[in-house]
């Protein structure tokens, strides 16, 4: 296994394992109406900071940890497959995007609280991460 | 000229041009009054639908007198045309999730609802638009 399929795996966990834990513990505020709009937006948007933090900091670590592992893989330029792999996740994440963004320029236009724009936008990174990541991850096990 | 880059050619066309008439309609309204005020939700579902019609009608006499599409195999695009959409479209991927995160931040600044939308909107066919030209300059150029 590839140094570039080994962070592809990580990242996939990481953003997987975080995102579940946002959207899992905002379900309450997000869809319940648990809190005012503005309280919404703070308590998301602080969120919002700490898994970005926590996304930074693990992938950094995981990073190390993959390089420390197998050096020799560390250094390796992409080739001409991992180029492919990664273009074709960036496509299929690309479209995933595009669903959202759609959905967040609606929601603006219908003026929906400014907590559910975020999230939606949000919700839309994420997926479209999530989805050039499993992308990659087929790619890299069936072969391109 | 194939069949497909025939099409990438008409929706460059189309998109430029709604998105010029959108920009045309709501950016001298900046400044002039309060962005509460400005008018910019018609004119955007209206470039949207002129953009799919403008498309759709350039579309149809393409493919009614395209000679590729009559052709007994029925193969429209190859190996070529398939590695050309797929770096056209990764580079809008790429574009469309920059601008997605510049929209998160404004929300999260609590700018008006007005430049999330924009951000959005220009953003999706601007990198609709990057994806066509990086399509067409690798038909002209060659990939």
């Known amino acids: 296994m590839s140094f570039h399929e080994k962070s592809n795996i990580a990242m996939l966990l990481l953003t997987g394992g975080v995102y579940t834990w946002y959207f899992a513990s905002s379900a309450g505020v997000l869809l319940g109406g648990a809190a005012s709009p503005e309280l919404a937006l703070v308590v998301t948007n602080a969120k919002m900071l700490v898994t970005v933090g926590a996304i930074i900091i693990a992938s950094i670590i995981a990073h190390i940890a993959i390089a420390i592992a197998a050096p020799s893989e560390a250094n390796e330029n992409a080739d001409e497959r991992d180029k492919l792999v990664e273009m074709r996740g960036d496509q299929r994440g690309g479209y995933v995007m595009a669903v959202f963004a759609l959905m967040g320029m609606g929601a603006a236009m219908i003026a929906q609280p400014y907590y559910l724009i975020a999230n939606l936008i949000l919700a839309g990174l994420v997926a479209s991460e999530l989805v050039k990541g499993v992308s990659k991850l087929v790619d890299y096990r069936r072969g391109v | ?143």
């Open chain 2, 1 to 143: 000229m194939g069949f497909l880059e025939k099409i990438n050619l008409a929706a460059l066309g189309a998109g430029i041009l709604a998105l010029a008439w959108y920009l045309f309609s709501v950016v001298p309204q900046i400044g002039s009054v309060p962005v509460a005020e400005i008018a910019w939700k018609w004119p955007m579902g209206l470039s949207l639908g002129l953009f799919l019609v403008m498309l759709i009608a350039t579309v149809i006499p393409l493919a009614m007198t395209d000679q590729t599409i009559r052709d007994e195999s029925g193969i429209i695009d190859d190996e070529r045309d398939r590695a050309i959409e797929l770096r056209g479209d990764a580079w809008s991927g790429n574009v469309m999730h920059l601008l997605a995160f510049l929209a998160l931040i404004l929300v999260f600044f609590d700018a008006p609802g007005f430049w999330v939308a924009q951000t959005l909107y220009v953003g999706g066919m601007g990198s609709g638009l990057i994806s066509i030209a990086v399509k067409v300059a690798d038909y002209r150029r060659g990939a």
